[in-house]
């Protein structure tokens, strides 16, 4: 038995990875169950009995990333540094990620395409808004984000700039760690109390730096085709 969940439990990953490699390379809307079934190298019963839907298998992709990415964000936030800067990295942390882990890039394109692909997609986007929104909430106490600032409206706006730019620089094939940095510049600029901005600007400067892509042409990842 505990050999039979172990052979399922890797039958599953397998066809995980394979329909990131595919999606990535042809598109979601592009890719059939049977490109998916023959590049895992499973039977069809395998394969049906772990997933009904490519929707089912979109799914599963968002939320492995989703656990990736979220475990990385719990021990960014966790680290005893302020809130502030953590809440500064978690982006480009983010772009690092989708550079090295070809799951985490599928996964952030399908999320993108929430309408089009699955409802888990926009839980995803409402749990990592909060997340932010909490962040906000604790630089705010900490001295570091002036008092008067709502948390709900600044966490929502960080949490859409960010996103949106990550978007908009994939769309463009522009560079997205300089894009980031444009964003939380002007961020800071009007949420940073005046003795703290400079030090705040600075340690941008140095995250900016610290994620520069090593080519001078390297763009955000495009995302996957979601059409159809």
């Known amino acids: ?53 490519k929707e089912d298998l979109a799914a599963a992709i968002i939320e492995q990333a989703n656990n990736a990415f979220g475990t990385a964000l719990d021990a960014e936030l966790a680290a005893p540094s302020p809130m502030l800067e953590k809440l500064i990295r978690v982006p480009f942390i983010a772009v690092d990620m989708m550079r090295n882990d070809q799951l985490i890039r599928v996964g952030y394109a399908l999320r993108m395409a929430a309408n089009q692909v699955t409802l888990a997609a926009g839980a995803v986007l409402e749990q990592r808004r909060a997340t932010f929104v909490g962040a906000v909430k604790t ?77 001078p042409d390297e763009v955000s990842p495009l995302p996957v085709d979601h059409r159809g």
């Open 1 to 53: 038995m505990v050999v039979t969940q172990a052979r399922a439990v890797e039958t599953r990953h397998t066809v995980i990875a394979a329909a990131a490699e595919i999606f990535e390379e042809h598109g979601y809307g592009n890719t059939s169950l049977s490109d998916v079934i023959e590049r895992a190298n499973v039977t069809k019963g395998a394969f049906y009995y772990h997933f009904a839907t």
């Open 139 to 215: 630089a705010i106490a900490e001295g570091d984000l002036n008092s008067d600032i709502d948390p709900e409206e600044l966490g929502h706006t960080i949490w859409a700039s960010v996103t949106g730019t990550h978007v908009m620089a994939a769309a463009s094939h522009d560079n997205v760690v300089s894009r980031l940095a444009q964003v939380w510049r002007i961020i800071l600029a009007g949420t940073v109390p005046p003795e703290s901005l400079p030090y705040f600007r600075q340690f941008l400067s140095r995250v900016e730096q610290q994620y520069a892509p090593a080519q």
